[in-house]
């Protein structure tokens, strides 16, 4: 499972960097092109696109690796890698779980108020950019559920052993 989880996390880390390859790209043209005295009007908002959604399969993909930010209060040595299995490390997990999905319910509704709000100079509605908000937490979500359910099986295969 573990093995699965770290190939989808390397599939979204894929997106994130293709993303911010692109919006590199993007710039630098415009760079040029101001240089040479055009003005392409849509860059701004397909910059801010590509850096939103970029920014949520990031997020989604260091979720899935075990590599997002948190704090470990009960352990004083650094760690790269994810926490062993163990009671914390599912209490903390199943408190992330609540605290993303608390945040990505509420942040549903906003969609709805932004997604008739045209941009000015590309097809889309601000309301994808609402939209890359939610997928962002639900897939990091998801990665901590997934992890919940390892450890859940981490945890009954070491209490199995030592019954």
Not at 3 to 14: I, P, S, V
Not at 52 to 61: E, L, Q
Not at 89 to 112: D, F, M, T
Request: hydrophobic residues 55%; proline residues 4%.
């Amino acid at each position: 499972m573990a093995t699965l989880r770290r190939h989808l996390a390397a599939l979204c880390t894929l997106g994130a960097g293709l993303a911010g390859g692109a919006l590199i790209l993007l710039l630098m043209g415009s760079v040029v092109a101001r240089a040479i005295g055009m003005n392409p009007v849509w860059v701004s908002e397909t910059s801010r696109v590509l850096f939103v959604w970029g920014s949520a399969a990031g997020m989604i993909a260091v979720s899935l690796a075990g590599q997002h930010f948190r704090v470990d209060l009960t352990n004083t040595v650094q760690s790269d890698g994810e926490s062993q299995p163990g009671p914390w490390e599912l209490v903390l997990q199943v408190g992330i779980c609540v605290v993303l999905a608390y945040i990505a319910w509420a942040a549903i509704p906003s969609i709805a108020r932004a997604a008739t709000q045209p941009m000015a100079s590309i097809p889309l509605t601000y309301g994808s950019l609402r939209i890359a908000l939610v997928v962002a937490l639900s897939g990091m979500l998801f990665a901590h559920l997934w992890r919940v359910v390892e450890l859940v099986l981490a945890l009954g295969d070491a209490f199995a052993r030592r019954t």
